[in-house]
């Protein structure tokens, strides 16, 4: 399988549910500004939507939507208990969980980065409906180390992936949401976490702050 990436976006949770599955697999630097791979391949030819991330688990086998490639993931591994088992109530409670985080979470970001382009006057409104986003987060937390509860899932690779953009949107998750930092420690403790912010070249979300601060 191969993993199509551009560094701190939104192809971190499919590599750390890769590397949680423990499967083989390589990855392919993607230019989403240029649209290229880093080995001069025009991306539209991979994916016509122009986004990552991008699974490709076999030649001419492609899958997109992050969503959709953790529950892949989690499905070649059932053992490994990365998601619910499919046809039960957990799974659509995990499904729940993922579609909350990439509508309400994922897709609340777009204003604070500079390549859509959104007027700065729309950043306030953008910045208080996520702040109420993650207080929802913040708060189911506050019994339990995970999303679904004791154990990880798919779903926390996806909040990791998401939180770490806070500080774009000027949200201080350690100053506000101790329950999110916490759980953003814990993540970082895990080799899944380590071995993808390697690959990808980027620094822990806690150094980050903490350099910040």
Known sequence: MKLYYSAGACAISPNIALHEADVQFSVVAVDLKNKKTEDGRDFYEVNPKGSIPVLEIEEGVILTEGPAILQYIADL???????????????????????FITSELHKGFPPFFEAYGYPEETKPVARELLRKKFDLVNKRLAGQDYMMGTSFT???AYL???????PAAGIDVKADYPNLYAFMERMEQRSSVQSTLKIEGVEPFTDAISEAA
């Open 154 to 156: 798919m779903a926390d």
């Open 160 to 166: 990791y992936n998401v939180t770490r953009w806070t």
């Open 77 to 99: 591994v059932p053992e490994k208990k990365l998601a619910p088992t499919n046809g039960t109530m957990d799974r659509y409670r995990f499904q729940e969980v993922l579609n």
